[in-house]
Every structure is written in structure tokens, then in C-alpha cells.
T-cell receptor
Framework: DAGVIQSPRHEVTEMGQEVTLRCKPI?????LFWYRQTMMRGLELLIY????????DSGMPEDRFSAKMPNASFSTLKIQPSEPRDSAVYFC??????????????FGPGTRLTVL | GDSVTQMEGPVTLSEEAFLTINCTYT??????LFWYVQYPGEGLQLLLK?????DKGSNKGFEATYRKETTSFHLEKGSVQVSDSAVYFC???????????FGKGTTLSVSS
């Protein structure tokens, strides 16, 4: 099992540009999570999908951020336009079922985004 | 709202020393509690969990006990190794049981 796959691993872009982060969850997992990690705010949940449907997007910081999950094996997080304060490490995680109480979340290696 | 508070790091120890990383939480209801570990350059991995009061989670020599009376879930290890150097995150499940709320993480550095 390859685990959760994220691409790119590193992204450097200029303010105002569109950024797309990609995630492939573990095959068979029904839930997918996008997190953002910064020194100031720690690890924050941005959005959560169950069976490809967005369930909770209350953590998405603003309209510049959008996430999609067109099928069970692929999700994107898009920032348009990007700003320097979006610089962070973005993690994708997947879980076998909708409830996480007794189920582990498996994290990808993250995408380090730098917006100049 | 629900939250997790971890001790500030970094924690610096010599090999074979005893480790405690404090974690307390505020939550409505009865959350499940977790410790995740992040090694340099990697994503988080589940270290251990406890789903109800007085449960003890354990893995790789690490332990944590779910203390409802003190709303705590402190992580302990009797003898740390250099390979334990990482960032440790305490987390709890939200009320709906659908997402995790993480603490800010505690960096552990173990020297030989």
C-alpha cells in the first residue's frame, strides 16, 4: 500500500497566482481530510469529505480556498489568488470510514507551499 | 469550543531518560483521545489512542491514560531513544466524531 499520496511536495509561487494541491487517498478509504499546518496556528482542519461529498468546510479560511473530490481516488485543494499568508504545509489524510472515533487517520507527507 | 492544550516545547532529553508530555483538553461530551507523532519531513502517524475514561493507550513503549477527572491525557515513556525525536500531537475527536482537534504539538529532541 503506497499510503496517502500528495503532490507536489514543494510549491513556490508568487502572490496572486493560482495554486492547486493534489491528494490521492488510500484505496478503499471513505473519508478524506485537508489540514493546514503553520507555526502560529498549529494544525487546522480545512475541510472533510465523506464518500466524495464535502461534509464540513467550516475551516476553509475564505472564498479564495476551494476543494473538490470528483471521485474516490482524487481530491484537490485550490487557492486562487494565493497570498503570502497562505504559506504553510498542507496535509491530506484519509480514514477507512466516516466516523473517526475508532478509526485512524492516515496522513500524507504534506505539500510545503511558499507564496512570495 | 473543544480544544487541546499541550505543554510548550521543545523538550530536550538524554537517551534513556523518562519522558512526560502533558496534554489537557476541554470538550463537551466524551471524546476519544489520541497521540500522533510527526517525524521530520513526514506526515503524522497515530501513536496511540483511548476511547473512554480510564482507558490506557500504549504503543512502542509510550503510554497515556484517559483521565476524565483531570481532563488529561499525558504521554509517557520510561526510556527514550534518539529515534523518538519528533513532534508529538495530542488530539481529541469532535462532538460528532467526524474530525480531530489537534494541540499545537510538542517537539522532543533526544541526544545520545
Amino acid at each position: 500500500d503506497a499510503g496517502v499520496i500528495q503532490s507536489p511536495r514543494h510549491e513556490v509561487t508568487e502572490m496572486g497566482q493560482e495554486v492547486t494541491l493534489r491528494c490521492k487517498p488510500i484505496s478503499g478509504h471513505n473519508s478524506l481530510f485537508w489540514y493546514r499546518q503553520t507555526m502560529m496556528r498549529g494544525l487546522e482542519l480545512l475541510i472533510y469529505f465523506n464518500n466524495n461529498v464535502p461534509i464540513d468546510d467550516s475551516g476553509m479560511p475564505e472564498d479564495r480556498f476551494s476543494a473538490k473530490m470528483p471521485n474516490a481516488s482524487f481530491s484537490t485543494l485550490k487557492i486562487q489568488p494565493s497570498e503570502p499568508r497562505d504559506s504553510a504545509v498542507y496535509f491530506c489524510a484519509s480514514s477507512p470510514t466516516s466516523g473517526i472515533v475508532n478509526n485512524e487517520q492516515f496522513f500524507g507527507p504534506g505539500t510545503r507551499l511558499t507564496v512570495l | 469550543g473543544d480544544s487541546v492544550t499541550q505543554m510548550e516545547g521543545p523538550v530536550t532529553l538524554s537517551e534513556e531518560a523518562f519522558l512526560t508530555i502533558n496534554c489537557t483538553y476541554t470538550a463537551t461530551g466524551y471524546p476519544s483521545l489520541f497521540w500522533y507523532v510527526q517525524y521530520p519531513g513526514e506526515g503524522l502517524q497515530l501513536l496511540l489512542k483511548a476511547t473512554k475514561a480510564d482507558d490506557k493507550g500504549s504503543n512502542k513503549g509510550f503510554e497515556a491514560t484517559y483521565r476524565k477527572e483531570t481532563t488529561s491525557f499525558h504521554l509517557e515513556k520510561g526510556s527514550v531513544q534518539v529515534s523518538d525525536s519528533a513532534v508529538y500531537f495530542c488530539a481529541l475527536s469532535n462532538q460528532a466524531g467526524t474530525a480531530l482537534i489537534f494541540g499545537k504539538g510538542t517537539t522532543l529532541s533526544v541526544s545520545s
